[in-house]
Every structure is written in structure tokens, then in C-alpha cells.
């Protein structure tokens, strides 16, 4: 079985900072690609960015030039900096881990709880 547990969402001020941070623990023995999706109310899940195991990066167009997604393999854990946030950035944030092979050879994808993050005008 394989777990992601996500930390860093809460509220900020229009054009401050968060950061979150998703690890992913279980029988894994390697991953993919690992990213971040959110959904504000109302709203389908979109890609906020995504990173693959070898650092190959993907953004949203709305999210480009202000958050940065990195990645620590050995840690299995992946991060998003996300600065100059804005109102329109509030929403539930999940983690997700795609292409995971665990020590049992089963591929599978993954996905955390979900984070909040609240951006204040």
C-alpha cells in the first residue's frame, strides 16, 4: 500500500507565499511522475504542475512564473512553492503520484487528501 500525506496549505494574504509538501511512503520502488491538481467549489480538478523522475517539468498557464514544483526522489517527496498568490489560487490542493511501482510490481496511481489553500484579497 502506498500513502501520500500533504502538509503546508492555509490562508495568506493576496501576493504572499505557501509551501506545500507531499510525501509518499509504502511499499514503492520507484515513481513516475509526481504533481499537484486542485479544485476551487464549483470547479473540476486541473493540473497545477507536474514533475517527472527525471525533473522534466509541466506548469498550468495560469500558475507559470510564480509557483515552482521540485522533487527529492530519494525522499519520495515533492514540493510546491507557490508565491504572488492570488484570490483565484484558492482551492483544495492534492498530490498526486502517477506511475508508481511498488516492491510487488503493481503500477498504480495515487493521490493525498488534499491540502487547503486560502488566498485572502
Known amino acids: 500500500q502506498v500513502q501520500l500525506v500533504e502538509s503546508g496549505g492555509g490562508l495568506v494574504q493576496a501576493g504572499g507565499s505557501l509551501r506545500l509538501s507531499c510525501a509518499a511512503s509504502?511499499?514503492?520502488?520507484?515513481?513516475?511522475?509526481m504533481g499537484w491538481y486542485r479544485q476551487a467549489p464549483g470547479k473540476q480538478r486541473e493540473l497545477v504542475a507536474q514533475i517527472t523522475s527525471v525533473g522534466r517539468t509541466n506548469y498550468a498557464d495560469s500558475v507559470k512564473g510564480r509557483f515552482t514544483i521540485s522533487r527529492d526522489n530519494a525522499k519520495n517527496t515533492v514540493y510546491l512553492q507557490m508565491n504572488s498568490l492570488k484570490p483565484e489560487d484558492t482551492a483544495v490542493y492534492y498530490c498526486?503520484?502517477?506511475?508508481?511501482?511498488?516492491?510487488?510490481?503493481?503500477?498504480?496511481?495515487?493521490w493525498g487528501q488534499g491540502t487547503q489553500v486560502t488566498v485572502s484579497s
Open positions: 509504502g511499499s514503492i520502488f520507484s515513481i513516475n511522475a
Open positions: 498526486n503520484a502517477a506511475g508508481v511501482l511498488t516492491t510487488t510490481y503493481i503500477w498504480d496511481d495515487y
